[in-house]
C-alpha cells in the first residue's frame, strides 16, 4: 500500500512471526501507522478551558479533609462530619519525577487534573526521589521533598484527595539493613524481607515515620495529621509470592517456616495436615499458592506482619485507612487476611498490560513489547476488570489503585464505558487510572503520542475517563441489588490441598464475567445474610451448574448494561449518561441515545453536563472514540500484537462516523459544536432536528481536516 494510506504493509506475516521467533527486534514491520485515507492529524493539547464543556472540577468540594477523617462504615467509605453519605474516589497516579515540579508546574498540574475529571490523586514510585542521594537512603532529599510538598498542599487545596504507599520503589542497600554486603537489595527481596527480617522491617519503619511525621510547610500539618491524605497501602504489590523465589532460602525464612509447620502440626494434628503439608512448601516455586502449605504459610506471615506495620503506624498517630496486598494472588488464603487485616481492599487491574520481550532486565520496559489486543466485550473471560471484583470483602470498602485498559490496544476507547459501569454496579469505593503520567516533561514539555499508560499524551484515555467520572464518581450507574458472596472454608484450608477453586485465581470461570453484571460480588470468610452464598471449593467445581449458579443468559436483564459477545455490542443506560461500543456497521439504542456506526468500531457516549436527565439536559457532552497512535507507530506482525515503535509526534486518530439521535424535549433549540481537545468550540455541525430528537452526523475527520473526537450539543434560545 501506498505510504499515506492508514496502515502500510511493508513485510509479510511470515517474515514478522520469523522476526518474532527469533527475537528480531529490527526487522521491518508489518504494519505502520501513518497519516491518510484512515488516519487524521489530531491538534493535541493538555489543558482544559475553564468553563468549558470538558471542564470536569465544579464537582471538587474544596479543600480535601474538610470533613474530618475518612472513616469505612460497612463497604463505604464516609467522612466523620458526613455520616451515612457513601463516598468515592476517581483519580490519577502520579508517578516518578512527576511528583517533583516547580511551584508554576504544580498549580499548572493540579488545574489540569481537577479539569479531567478527577477528585484524588496517588502519589507513586515518589519515595526513589524522595531519598534521591542521602546516605542512608530514608532520608530526604530537601529539593525533592520542598516541590513535592508544594505540590500535594496544592492538590489538597483543590480538594484532591490523596493516597500513597509506605513503600515502592526506594532504593536499599544491603548494608542498610545490617546485612554485611555490598550492592542493593532488590525491589521485591526488600518487601517479602520486611516480613521475616528486623533489619528490613526497621529500614521500612524508619522511612514511614520519617514520611508520616514530616510537617509539610505549606499545610502546617504533618502527613499523618493529614485528613486530605486519608488512604495509605504499607507496600506496594507486596504479596510474597513477588518475592518467594528469591528469598526462600534464607535462613531468616526457612527458620520461620520451620516453627510455623511445628506449631501447625501441633495444633491441627498430622491426620487432617496430611494433604497440606505432605509438600514442604520451601520447595515450591515462587508462585506457590497451588501448594497449600506454601500458601497457608505465606498468608499467616503476611497477616502477622500486617498487624506488627499497622501497630507501629498508629503508635506514631498515623489516623489513615490502611491497606496492601494490592495485587494477586487472589486466593483463599489471601482473602482470610484481607478479611481479618485490612480497612479496605485494594486490587490492580489492567486489561492488556504489555509483556516485555526484552531480556535484557536494564531494558525491561523497552520496546519490543506484546499484548493481546482482545476485544475486552468478544474476549469476556480475559477481563481482569471482572475477576478482581471477586476479591473483595463482604463488608469493606474496595478499590483498584492502579486500573488501566492500556495502550497500545486498539479497544481502549471503551475503558471509561465498560469500567465506569463496572465499578459503579459493584460500588467500589474508588479507581485511580494508571497513570497520569510519570516525568515533569509530560506537565509542561512537548505532547507526545499514545504509549503503555499515560493518559497525558493519549486523547482516547483522557476522553474515556470522563465517561468514567459520570458512570462513577458522579453515581450515574445504579448500585446492582442482587450479591453474591464465595465463603472460603476454614476447614477447606488445612485439609483439602490444593483443590480447584481454593489454591488458583478466584475469578477463573468465564461464568463470573457474567455474574458481575448481574449482582454485585465478594468474597469472605462468612456467608453474607442478604446474598447468594457458595462455597468457594465448590463454586470452582459447580459453576456450570444452572440450579447453583446466576441465571446465565440474563445478562440483557440487567437494569442499565446490555452486553451481546456474540456481536461484540455493549451499552450503558441511564437518566444523565448512555453509550455503546461496538464494531462498524452496528446501529444500537441506550436510552436517550441511538448511534450508527460507519467505517470502524467506537465508543459513543452522551453526559448530560447539567445533572439533569439527558432528555430534560440543555448542555450534554457527546464523546466519539476510535483509536489514537503516534504517526509512524509500528507493529512486527498483522494482528498488531508485537509494537516495535510508538511513532513520533503528531497524534492520529483513525477515522470513524457516527450518525447520532439524542431524544431531547425541544430538540428545535439545540445546536451541536465540534471541540477541541481543549473544550474550545472549533465549529458548528449541520442538524437535524424533529419534534422527538435532534441528529448530526459525528466524523472523525473534521471540516478543516483535523480530528474531532468530542462534542457539545447545547440548548441556545431561539
Known sequence: MKAGNAITFVATALCALAACADGETNAPPAVVIEEGDEWVVCDLVRDVAAGSALDFSAGLDAPAGKYGWLRAVGEHFEFERLPGVPQRF??????????????????????????????????????????????????????????????????IGKGLYLTTDMFVSRPVKWRDIGEDRDGEVGMHVFKGLTLFHEGAFANWAAFSRNFLEHVNP???????????????????????????????????????YDEWRSRMLAEHGPDTMVHSFATNALSANCYGWKNAATALFLADCERETIGRKRDFLRSIGCKALLTTGNHGPNNAPNQRVRAECLDYVDVHSYEDHPKHLNTDPAKRWGLPSSCPNLNPIEAFDKVCMAHISWARVAGKPFVASEWSFSGPAFHRGVAGLYG????????????????????LNEVSGPVGVPGYFNTADDPVMTASDRVFACLFLRGDVPVAVPRVNLTVDERALLTDGPKKGDWETMASSPRNQDAVWLARVSCGMEDVADARNFLLADWGVRF????????????????CVRYDRERRHFAVRTDRTCGIFAPAGASLKAGALSVSLEKTEATVAAMSLDGKPLVKSSRILLSHLTDAHGAGCAFRDEACTVLVSYGKPPVLVRDGTAKVSLALESPSRFKVYALGLDGRRRFELPAHASSVSFSFTASVRGEDGRAVMEYEVVEEAL
Open 420 to 439: 465506569g459501569a463496572l465499578a459503579g454496579m459493584q460500588d467500589w469505593g474508588g479507581v485511580w487510572r494508571f497513570a497520569y503520567g510519570h516525568s
Open 90 to 155: 476517581f483519580g490519577a497516579n502520579v508517578c516518578m519525577g512527576m511528583n517533583f515540579p516547580s511551584h508554576r508546574d504544580a498549580d499548572v498540574l493540579v488545574e489540569r487534573l481537577a479539569r479531567l475529571g478527577y477528585n484524588a490523586i496517588r502519589i507513586h514510585h515518589h519515595d526513589r526521589g524522595l531519598t534521591r542521594g542521602t546516605k542512608d537512603g530514608v532520608s530526604f532529599n530537601v529539593d525533592a521533598l520542598e516541590r513535592f510538598d508544594y505540590l500535594y498542599a496544592a492538590a
Open 544 to 559: 456450570g451448574s444452572p440450579t447453583n449458579a446466576l441465571p446465565v443468559g440474563e445478562v440483557a436483564k440487567s437494569p
Open 218 to 256: 505549606y499545610t502546617g500539618r504533618a502527613y499523618k495529621d493529614e485528613p486530605g491524605m486519608p488512604l495509605l497501602c504499607l507496600v506496594n504489590e507486596g504479596w510474597l509470592c513477588n518475592s518467594w523465589f528469591d528469598i526462600r532460602s534464607m535462613p531468616c525464612v526457612s527458620r520461620r
